[in-house]
């Protein structure tokens, strides 16, 4: 079903002169789909991501199938996105030729490209390093959300207590995919393949949710005891400066107002 959806929207915009290339980008685009991923596509045309150019592309994709969503350039300037009836989603990407630099062969897939901007782009991206100040930055909204917890206890507010384990179970899934320097993350919705089986039956063995106060205390803990050390542990490796002065204030706060300790050994 996929391929013919791709077939229908490229023959539709190839006849376009205004449309000089377009690419299956995401796990189409690397060879990694599967029968659930959306449709990412790169359009590149001259005039970058005009109302024209939006109107072709509703077009192309309203050949595929009744449109029930369409976002038309509402998040990013230059991206649209579309679900159809039997909820197929396709995302594009409208780009000038010069814009195209962030992008390389072995991310795109070529339908069509008239000007052979794909042979200009690099093979692959130079690998970098992790990012050190974003690593600190989710070390301290972690200590932060976790401190936030005497707080909610004593409003009562169960609800947002769970919003905060939320929110911590989500930076414990972002260094457990660090961790194993995964070289393709793709969408949101891939993370099987993202982890080991080890790092899997950790998540799987945290307490749930749940907004009730002694259930909400337990997995804040839970969660600190599953992310602080491997954290620490990580930033040392990496040359990242603990904030031990937040994080001992926090557990001493914690302490203080909920009595609990810390339930690990920073040594």
Same mark, same amino acid.
């Given at each position: 079903m996929h ?5 229908t ?6 006849? %376009?002169p205004r449309?000089?290339?377009? *690419? ?7 060879g990694?789909a599967?029968k659930y991923? %959306?449709?990412?596509?790169v359009?590149v045309?001259d ?6 150019v939006?109107?072709?592309w509703r077009?192309a994709?309203?050949?595929t $199938? ?7 350039r ?5 991206l649209i ?6 909820w ?28 052979g901007?794909?042979?200009r782009?690099?093979?692959a ?14 070390i301290e909204? *972690? ?7 005497h707080?909610a206890? $004593?409003r009562?507010?169960?609800?947002? $207590?769970?919003? $905060?384990?939320?929110h ?18 793709g ?8 982890i080991t089986d080890?790092q899997k039956?950790?998540?799987v063995?945290l ?16 969660y600190a005891k ?14 990242? %400066?603990w ?5 001992t204030a926090?557990?001493a706060?914690?302490g203080?107002?909920?009595g ?5 050994d920073?040594r």
């Amino acid at each position: 079903m996929h391929s013919e959806i791709i077939r229908t929207i490229t023959n539709v915009i190839i006849g %376009d002169p205004r449309v000089r290339a377009l *690419f299956l980008s995401g796990s189409f685009g690397n060879g990694q789909a599967d029968k659930y991923s %959306d449709i990412d596509f790169v359009l590149v045309t001259d005039d970058g991501a005009t109302d024209q150019v939006a109107e072709l592309w509703r077009k192309a994709v309203s050949q595929t $199938g009744e449109i029930v969503l369409w976002w038309d350039r509402t998040t990013v300037p230059v991206l649209i996105n579309a679900i159809t009836q039997d909820w197929t989603r396709t995302d594009v990407v409208i780009l000038k030729p010069s814009q195209m630099g962030a992008h390389t062969q072995n991310r795109l897939k070529p339908l069509f490209d008239h000007d052979g901007i794909y042979d200009r782009l690099p093979k692959a991206a130079t690998k970098n390093g992790p990012d050190l100040s974003k690593f600190k930055h989710q070390i301290e909204d *972690f200590i932060r959300i976790l401190g936030l917890l005497h707080l909610a206890e $004593g409003r009562k507010e169960y609800i947002n $207590g769970v919003l $905060g384990i939320f929110h911590l179970r989500n930076y414990l899934v972002e260094l457990l995919i660090e961790e194993t320097d995964a070289p393709d993350r793709g969408g949101i919705l891939h993370l099987n393949r993202l982890i080991t089986d080890e790092q899997k039956a950790l998540l799987v063995s945290l307490p749930p949710a749940v907004p009730e106060r002694d259930a909400m205390i337990s997995a804040h803990l839970a969660y600190a005891k599953a992310y602080l050390p491997s954290a620490r542990q990580r930033a040392y490796s990496l040359g990242v %400066d603990w904030p031990e002065q937040f994080e001992t204030a926090t557990w001493a706060q914690l302490g203080k107002t909920l009595g609990v300790p810390r339930p690990y050994d920073p040594r």
